[in-house]
């Protein structure tokens, strides 16, 4: 700015400078050019006097430089006769002259009895002022003289005018500066952050009470903008998803918690290239989709846990301006879809083997190929596998029931009748395999579902059971203290080795196939007292030591 305004001061400065002079100079030449005139029309009326009184002699006398006569060398005088012979010049012999009838001050004085003319030199820089008027004999006497042009004047005087040109721009140089710097000094010291405090100049008013209003539109915006920015945390912050925004070079413009622990990173990561928080290929490749086409997606494992990644493309006016990445712990889900795989295995091939029991044993009778005292055999073996098929039903519609989390009706229970219940129904099979079963404890009262309860009792005691030893035993325990009621069945059996216990709840899992599957199990028993003791929000605690027996202990809320 000042050296804008220093510019234009300098240029106006310069401007009236060239204008004043070329004003002084023109009036300057007017005025003596006017003088000039008039002394020219002096000296031609004096000298047509001095013509008609004295003929040629005067002429004569006056070419002669007579000291008498006041005539400067300067001035020429030609007197010509009426058919433009040169009768006499004072410069110039008359022989030497020619014929003046068509000079134009000739011509007019001779018809006007008075003229003027002017003729410029071929350079231009000198021109000839021509004065003319008739006798009284009708000859015409010419008087002349030379005069510089204006352009010879101006080249003339071009050395001073440009010695008066260099100073005048080296001053207004100097001051133009000064003023410059005077003008913008106060502007330079314009306290914006109080436009209205200021009082710089008048003209200013205007704008610092603009620059007033819009601070303030400015501060509005800018609050309105934070809170919802804060907003935006506070929702982002509190969200089991992780969020991450990217910009259209896919840096970070947002993280929020979740998906900083997701990526292992924090909030330094802002503003840098998501490279830097995640650089595997699959990763680049869904945010390349997701820019290209709208959408990407990718699963990965990241701190042990699955999480599912949905990109998606933000658009503004119909341009892509970034990303938005969304991280869904779905760990849960893929195990449970994973089990539900494996289970679908399961299912298949532990129905397929009784029904194919069933069915060789079917056709060998149908064919007629069994012996008479092979029958009861045969149809015990039908019977067998399709019993092992009606358990295997009846615990897989438990476990579903189980699985659909069904709210089914609760009702107050007393566990040590229920353990009783189920001792009583296994004392057949305990007896078979010379295992004691015994209840002892305290009627404890708990709210639950009696059928689901008395399964997981009935399992607990069946497992004892199955899997003990000849004259070992089966003990059952029920207590109430403050923790809730406690059920332990301590059995004296084979145990279960420690690699397997904590895989023993599984669906289909036995340590023991062979063993399982000849006393009848379907290897989905404890699985459902897992179901069943997590459908009443209880615990469930196992202990065991190979050949030496197995505790199950399971804690139950009390009523
Ligand atoms: P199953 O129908 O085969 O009994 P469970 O789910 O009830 O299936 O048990 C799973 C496996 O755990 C059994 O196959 C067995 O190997 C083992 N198991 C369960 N209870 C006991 C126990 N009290 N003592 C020893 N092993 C046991």
Same mark, same amino acid.
């Given at each position: ?71 400067? *060398? ?72 030379? &005069? ?6 101006? /080249? ?65 915006? /800018? ?13 982002? @912050? ?7 925004? /990217? ?24 503003? &840098? ?23 990407? +997606? ?10 599912? %990644? ?67 055999? %045969?149809? @015990? ?18 476990? +579903? ?13 007393? /566990? ?26 305290? *009627? ?7 059928? %689901? ?27 109430? +203290? ?14 279960? *080795? *420690?690699?397997?216990? +904590?895989?023993? %709840? ?54």
């Amino acid at each position: 700015m000042t050296r804008k305004i220093f510019r234009s001061t300098l240029m106006v400065a310069a401007a009236v400078l060239a204008a004043s002079l070329v004003i002084v100079l023109g009036c300057l030449y007017d005025y003596f050019g006017a003088v000039q005139e008039n002394q020219l029309k002096d000296k031609l009326r004096l000298a047509a006097c001095g013509v008609e009184e004295s003929g040629q002699d005067y002429l004569k006398r006056l070419s002669s430089r007579d000291s008498r006569y006041d005539w400067s *060398p300067d001035y020429r005088l030609t007197w010509v006769s009426t058919d433009g012979t040169v009768l006499f010049d004072t410069h110039v012999p008359v022989e030497e002259m020619e014929n003046h009838a068509g000079r134009i001050e000739i011509k007019e004085a001779l018809l006007n009895g008075e003229s003027s003319s002017v003729r410029y030199s071929d350079t231009l820089t000198q021109r000839t002022l021509y004065y003319a008027c008739a006798l009284d004999d009708g000859t015409v006497l010419r008087v002349s003289a030379s &005069q510089a042009t204006e352009l010879a004047l101006v /080249l003339g005087m071009l050395q001073p005018i440009l010695i008066i040109g260099i100073l005048a721009v080296i001053l207004s140089s100097i001051l133009a500066g000064r003023m410059a710097k005077r003008i913008v000094r106060p502007l330079n010291s314009l306290d914006l952050d109080h436009p209205l405090e200021n009082d710089a100049y008048e003209e200013l008013t205007p704008l610092l009470r603009r620059i007033h209003q819009q601070r303030g539109q400015i501060s509005a915006q /800018l609050r309105e903008l934070r809170a919802k920015t804060d907003e935006f945390d506070q929702i982002t @912050g509190h969200m089991g998803e992780g969020l991450v925004v /990217l910009d259209r070079e896919g840096c970070v413009l947002s993280i929020n918690p979740a998906a900083q622990a997701v990526f292992g990173v924090d909030r330094s990561c802002i503003r &840098q290239s998501f490279l830097t928080v995640d650089r595997t290929p699959e990763m680049s490749q869904a945010v390349r989709a997701a820019l290209d086409e709208g959408h990407g +997606s990718m699963r990965s494992q990241r701190n042990g846990r699955e999480y599912q %990644f949905d990109l998606s493309r933000i658009e503004w006016s119909g341009a892509a301006v970034g990303v938005v990445l969304l991280a869904f712990d779905v760990t849960e889900q893929a195990d449970a879809e994973r089990s539900r795989r494996e289970f679908t295995a399961n299912v298949s091939h532990e129905l397929k083997t009784p029904l194919q029991s069933i069915l060789g044993s079917a056709e060998l009778l149908k064919n007629g190929l069994v012996k008479q005292e092979d029958i009861p055999h %045969f149809s @015990g073996l039908i019977y067998r596998s399709a019993s092992r098929l009606i358990t295997l039903v009846d615990d897989i519609i438990h476990l +579903s029931q189980l699985d659909e989390g069904a709210a089914l009706a609760r009702e107050s229970v007393d /566990l040590l009748e229920l353990a009783e219940d189920a001792a009583e129904a296994l004392r057949g099979s305990a007896e078979k395999k010379r295992v004691r079963i015994s209840v002892t404890g305290e *009627p404890v009262q708990i709210s639950g579902v009696r059928t %689901f309860l008395y399964e997981m009792v009935y399992n607990l005691c069946d497992n004892a059971v199955k899997y003990n030893v000849e004259n070992g035993s089966a003990e059952v325990s029920v207590s109430g +203290s403050g923790q809730g009621a406690v059920l332990t069945v301590r059995d004296t059996g084979i145990g279960i *080795p *420690p690699e397997y216990q +904590s895989r023993i %709840f599984e669906r289909f899992f036995r340590v023991d196939k062979s063993r399982s599957k000849a006393s009848g199990g379907t290897g989905l028993g404890l699985s459902i007292v897992k179901h069943i003791v997590q459908y009443h929000h209880g615990t469930i605690d196992l202990q065991s030591e190979v050949e030496k027996g197995t505790v199950i202990s399971v804690t139950l809320p009390q009523a």
